[in-house]
Nanobody
Framework: QVQLVESGGGLVQAGGSLRLSCAAS????????MGWYRQAPGKEREFVGA???????YYAASVKGRFTVSRDNAKNTAFLQMNSLKPEDTAVYFC??????????????????WGQGTQVTVSS
């Protein structure tokens, strides 16, 4: 059974930083692309960023230059480092997995597994 468990969310002031983690189990982690999404109240879930199994990274325009996606295959964990946070970054953040060995170019959709999410609140 595949499980993705996010952690690291919380309350932070604007301009601050948070690092989210996504611990994965039940899958061959190194062969899966790992994505991050977020959903703000009253809005649709949106793509934030992803890291492929080949370690290529992809970002939404709204977070590029502020957020960094990475992974540690030895620990079966993906990370989302969020810097220069803004109030509009407030949302529930989800990690997701797609694979194995996804070789396409669409990292903003069609993930196979999802975590339950972690709340990030940025105060002004």
């Amino acid at each position: 059974q595949v499980q993705l468990v996010e952690s690291g969310g919380g309350l932070v002031q604007a301009g601050g930083s948070l690092r989210l983690s996504c611990a994965a189990s039940g899958l061959s982690f190194s062969t899966y692309a790992m994505g991050w999404y977020r959903q703000a109240p009253g809005k649709e879930r949106e793509f934030v960023g992803a890291v492929s199994w080949r370690l290529n990274t992809y970002y939404a325009a709204s977070v590029k230059g502020r957020f960094t996606v990475s992974r540690d295959n030895a620990k079966n964990t993906a990370f989302l480092q969020m810097n220069s946070l803004k109030p509009e970054d407030t949302a529930v953040y989800f990690c997701a997995a797609k694979g194995p060995y996804y070789g396409g170019s669409s990292y903003g959709s069609s993930y196979d597994y999802w975590g339950q999410g972690t709340q990030v609140t940025v105060s002004s």
